[in-house]
């Protein structure tokens, strides 16, 4: 009997995280510094002002908290997600003077302490996904917070995918979006 989409979905996410599980903490570092060199070195990125990002979660998804910290030494406004009630989410200013709330699943998130961020003001959002496809596809954590924020976003995307989990394809639905460049540790694809 085939796989329903959401049952897809689980199980890709399932093996996924048991391919990162086995990763070398050096390698994760090593291939994480590769991708932020590449997203370090987009236009869009250098022409961007406010850059919406997210505090990775170690071992899940690439640590960006030292991209957010090199952005924000750089001159950027970053804005990192706070979730909200009913799968909604919030963009509040990264503040490095400011301590991180640590939430449900490791998440570290800002507080209410710091000031919002319209969605208007962000040229660029950094989409975080368990994993991505080579068409730019990804996939959630199964919250479904970026899908509903996505679909009122009209910026440049990017995403982030170690190689060894980019995948042909991954399940989607009609609400699915895709980010406009995809990068990895040995390639960048654009995607827009």
């Keep these: 009997m085939p796989f329903t ?4 979905k689980k199980e890709l996410r399932r093996q996924v995280r048991s391919q990162l599980a086995s990763l070398e903490a050096e390698q994760l570092r090593r291939e994480d510094d590769a991708m932020f060199a590449r997203f370090l070195a987009l236009p869009q990125m250098e022409k961007a002002k406010t850059i919406f990002a997210f505090w990775g979660i170690p071992g899940r998804e690439p640590e960006t908290g030292r991209l957010v910290q090199e952005l924000t030494a750089l001159g950027k406004r970053v804005g990192l997600p706070r979730m909200l009630p009913e799968h909604q989410m919030e963009v509040r200013l990264y503040d490095p003077n400011i301590p991180m709330h640590s ?5 570290q998130e800002p507080g209410e ?4 961020i319209a969605r208007e003001e962000i040229d660029l959002i950094l989409v975080p996904a368990v994993c991505y496809d080579r068409q730019g596809y990804r996939l959630g954590f199964g919250g479904g917070y ?3 924020w996505l679909e009122h976003f009209s910026g440049y995307r990017v995403g982030l995918c170690r190689s060894c989990i980019l995948q042909d394809h991954v ?10 460049t995809l990068i ?4 960048c694809l654009s995607l827009g």
């Design 5 to 8: 989409p959401d049952q897809e």
């Design 103 to 107: 939430v449900a699943f490791g998440i």
């Design 113 to 116: 302490d710091c000031p919002l």
């Design 146 to 148: 970026y899908d509903r």
């Design 171 to 180: 399940p989607t639905e009609a609400h699915d979006t895709k980010v406009d």
């Design 184 to 187: 990895t540790e040995l390639e």
